[in-house]
């Protein structure tokens, strides 16, 4: 009875809003790891600044992917 209960209490806009995210976030990494790959291949870059160079590309992807779907559905 609470299982029940606890499935119709959630927010299936939410959820939907988390899963397109996910979605969206795993289309856009397959992309952005070989280009930041290519790239850091091409500069001759270690792997620590390879490593670096993604975490920046990755997390400025992220925070604009995460604003543009929350204005989305807003």
């Known amino acids: 009875m609470h299982k029940r209960l ?5 927010d299936k806009r939410a959820l939907e809003e988390s899963a397109l995210d996910v979605f969206v976030g795993t289309i856009l990494a397959i992309p952005i790891v070989f280009t ?5 291949k091409y500069l001759s870059l270690d792997t620590f600044r390879t490593g670096l160079l993604q975490l920046i590309v990755f997390t ?5 992917r995460r604003y543009l779907i929350r204005i989305y559905y807003k």
């Open 60 to 64: 400025l992807v992220g925070i604009l």
């Open 6 to 10: 606890a499935f119709a209490m959630i």
């Open 36 to 40: 930041t790959l290519e790239i850091a």
